[in-house]
């Protein structure tokens, strides 16, 4: 996700159609493509991530940025990488063709010679004309496209890896609201026509992010039948607009061709566009819940593997979903459903059914263990309102995922005993259950009797100690790390609040 620019970006488009007539002719796909994110407080083991990947079909992975325990253990795996370069080092690689060099030569070519992995784009940058950095990235962005792509031809990987930059679509818009109107924003016009004719003058692509959960979020006007890809044989949204001859029945694809539209206008309709990111979360949010992201995850896997893409462009590009799975270490600026995008819990257990190619349903991660059974709860004894409980939670949710406690979350709907017990396990089980963790000056006991309560669940954290672990994996040394930070953090705890 790129920031908060997205929710508002987005909520404008996109009720809308356009007049442009094409038979589909759909080519069915068995692949999938997934976003896998690494800031979680565990962080799923990269061998059996990996091994989650290959179980469900998923042949391609993009990488935020160069993870060097996710990269080791997509060696040989058969899987196809995108990896990302972050926004912080757009300025040094644009300054530098020696810094690009030096990237692609520590981040790309280590990874492909050394360790056998099948990087074939490079993400430079991630939605970096966002409105919400009032231009920070604009001027740096192409020259540093430029020297990355100068570095993996120097390299020898010019014919292998190729150029990429993952945009959010508030770089285009339709002032008529039809997608044939569409064009890129104003001020930014020139640098897109420049950036895509790079792109495609050396065989790289466009890469765009679409959230039609965003648009809901956004706007509660937004119609959300309009969110959804209708179901086979259903009757359109009413939201749907026709438009000529096109009756655009989903945000989705309305939103996908008012950017195919604009390339088109400016003589760039050859460049291949394929979707970055795109998901529902499952928390956070009065809409993000198991149901909508399942019922919105289905219909895009159900377009994924009909090969089933948008009138204007009728072949369905290569989708990275997001996300393979929760991050509950992520920053919860845009919304606190921004740790819960993933297809999979954070442990790798499946959310929800899902069907794949052939109707073969998602199948969750193997070889996962756990710490013990137990969770850290409000003492029977103790009181919900003593002074004291406030801070103690404040401090346990700093250090931990309280997330779903919002309103309309999973857990929204626990009284005051049941939020302050929550705030207090998720502590626990961040601190990896270490002696202490479960002590908040006695108003706290550790139970063997599970307390999750309805759509409520109380987890049990991973053990990343104990995996069957291939070596490749640096979760458990992040683990370790994490632990030490929160032993620390409980220390000032007792002595500051208590």
């Known amino acids: 996700m790129g920031s908060c620019a997205a929710l508002r970006a987005l909520a404008v488009l996109w009720w809308v159609a356009a007049a442009y007539p094409v038979v589909f002719r759909a080519r069915p796909v068995e692949a999938l493509a997934a976003n896998w994110g690494t800031r979680a407080i565990r962080p799923l083991p990269g061998d059996i991530t990996v091994r989650l990947l290959r179980d469900n079909g998923f042949d391609k992975v993009k990488l935020f940025e160069a993870d060097p325990p996710a990269l080791r253990a997509l060696g040989h795996s058969g899987i196809q990488v995108m990896v990302g370069l972050p926004n912080d080092l757009l300025g040094p690689v644009a300054a530098s063709v020696?810094?690009?060099?030096?990237?692609?030569?520590?981040?790309?070519?280590?990874?492909?010679?050394?360790?056998?992995?099948?990087?074939?784009?490079?993400?430079?940058?991630?939605?970096?004309?966002?409105?919400?950095?009032?231009?920070?990235?604009?001027?740096?962005?192409?020259?540093?496209?430029?020297?990355?792509?100068?570095?993996?031809?120097?390299?020898?990987?010019?014919?292998?890896?190729?150029?990429?930059?993952?945009?959010?679509?508030?770089?285009?818009?339709?002032?008529?609201?039809r997608p044939s109107s569409g064009d890129f924003r104003p001020d930014i016009q020139g640098l897109m026509v420049s950036l895509v004719r790079f792109l495609l003058d050396n065989g790289g692509v466009l890469t765009i992010n679409i959230y039609p959960f965003l648009s809901l979020y956004a706007d509660p006007n937004f119609p959300m039948d309009y969110a959804f890809f209708p179901a086979p044989g259903a009757a359109p949204s009413q939201a749907s607009v026709q438009d000529g001859s096109v009756l655009y029945t989903n945000v989705f694809d309305a939103n996908y061709d008012t950017l195919i539209a604009a390339l088109e206008k400016h003589g760039l309709g050859a460049i291949p566009v394929i979707v970055g990111e795109i998901g529902w979360p499952t928390d956070g949010d009065k809409n993000a819940n198991v149901a909508n992201a399942q019922r919105f995850n289905q219909g895009l896997f159900d377009r994924i593997v009909a090969g089933k893409g948008s009138p204007r462009r009728p072949q369905m590009p290569d989708v990275y979903v997001f996300a393979l799975l929760d991050e509950d270490n992520k920053s919860v600026d845009p919304g606190n459903f921004e740790r819960h995008w993933g297809v999979f819990n954070s442990d790798g257990s499946a959310k929800y059914p899902l069907r794949l190619a052939n109707g073969r349903p998602i199948v969750p991660a193997k070889g996962v263990r756990y710490l013990s059974k137990q969770w850290c709860v409000l003492r029977p004894d103790a009181s919900p309102t003593d002074p004291a409980i406030t801070g103690a939670v404040e401090y346990a949710c700093q250090y931990s995922d309280c997330t779903s406690l919002g309103p309309g979350s999973s857990c929204g709907n626990l009284d005051a005993r049941g939020n302050v017990s929550y705030a207090f396990n998720q502590f626990f089980q961040a601190a990896n259950q270490m002696k202490g963790s479960c002590n908040f000056n006695n108003l706290s006991v550790i139970t063997t009797t599970d307390p999750s309560q309805g759509t409520c669940r109380f987890k049990i954290q991973i053990d990343t100690g104990k995996h069957e672990l291939t070596g490749k994996s640096g979760a458990g040394r992040a683990a370790a790390a994490w632990s030490t930070v929160l032993a620390a953090g409980f220390a000032g705890l007792v002595t500051a609040v208590w």
């Open 98 to 177: 020696n810094a690009a060099e030096q990237w692609v030569l520590q981040n790309v070519s280590t990874y492909v010679s050394k360790y056998g992995v099948d990087i074939r784009y490079v993400a430079v940058g991630n939605e970096p004309f966002l409105k919400s950095y009032k231009g920070k990235f604009e001027a740096a962005t192409l020259p540093a496209v430029q020297n990355v792509q100068a570095a993996l031809v120097k390299a020898g990987l010019g014919r292998q890896v190729h150029v990429t930059v993952p945009l959010n679509a508030d770089v285009y818009e339709s002032l008529d609201g």
